[in-house]
Antibody, heavy 120, light 107 residues
Framework: EVHLLESGGDLVQPGGSLRLSCAAS????????MSWVRQAPGKGLEWLSA????????YYADSVKGRFTISRDNSKNTLYLQMNTLRAEDTAVYYC?????????????WGQGTLVTVSS | DIQMTQSPSTLSASVGDRVTITCRAS??????LAWYQQKPGKAPKLLIY???SLESGVPSRFSGSGSGTEFTLTISSLQPDDFATYYC?????????FGQGTKVEIK
């Protein structure tokens, strides 16, 4: 059974940094592209970043480019999101999601999310 | 960037109703459109991918159609478990964008 478990969410001050982790199990992690998606309180979904399975291709939304860094450790079946220079508008639940294996164009499995709160 | 516009934002319906949600893309996205269901406090769940393909395990009352810039999600007979928020999502050129969501409420 596919399982994604995010961790690392916390209360952080504006300008601070945080690293999120997503531990994957139940599938061959290295074979799948993975993404981070967030949802601000009461708002819709926003794709942030994607990392291809083994090819090393990385993509970012303009809203986080230069501040957030996605990485993965296929030996640990773990996806990461390093978030720097955090702002109040980064407050959200952060989900990791597996991109479908055939095309990578949709997200077929999601974690339960981890809450990041940016506030002084 | 491609913008996705869903309509309506909120929909009030009764159990047994046929429900249709529309999603429009600001430019053609071929058939790279997915639909998700999200319940409060839960992660989104994939319902439809590639515009009209039903994800495994999803009830057949859900269907998707469209291509290019206009897409629809149809629930043929609304069930109590279907009251939730629905999002469309497009893929184009290594960018993924979601619509703003449609909340399906009990009438």
């Amino acid at each position: 059974e596919v399982h994604l478990l995010e961790s690392g969410g916390d209360l952080v001050q504006p300008g601070g940094s945080l690293r999120l982790s997503c531990a994957a199990s139940g599938f061959t992690f290295s074979s799948y592209a993975m993404s981070w998606v967030r949802q601000a309180p009461g708002k819709g979904l926003e794709w942030l970043s994607a990392f291809s399975g083994s090819g090393g291709s990385i993509y970012y939304a303009d809203s986080v480019k230069g501040r957030f860094t996605i990485s993965r450790d296929n030996s640990k079946n773990t996806l990461y999101l390093q978030m720097n220079t955090l702002r109040a508008e980064d407050t959200a639940v952060y989900y990791c999601a597996r991109q479908d294996g055939a095309t990578g164009t949709s997200f077929d499995y999601w974690g339960q999310g981890t809450l990041v709160t940016v506030s002084s | 960037d491609i913008q996705m516009t869903q309509s309506p934002s909120t929909l009030s319906a009764s159990v047994g109703d046929r429900v249709t949600i529309t999603c429009r893309a600001s430019q053609s996205i071929s058939s790279w459109l997915a639909w998700y269901q999200q319940k409060p406090g839960k992660a989104p769940k994939l319902l439809i991918y590639k515009a009209s393909s039903l994800e495994s395990g999803v009830p057949s009352r859900f269907s998707g159609s469209g291509s290019g810039t206009e897409f629809t999600l149809t629930i043929s007979s609304l069930q109590p478990d279907d009251f939730a928020t629905y999002y469309c999502q497009q893929y184009n050129g290594y960018m993924w964008t979601f619509g703003q969501g449609t909340k399906v409420e009990i009438k």
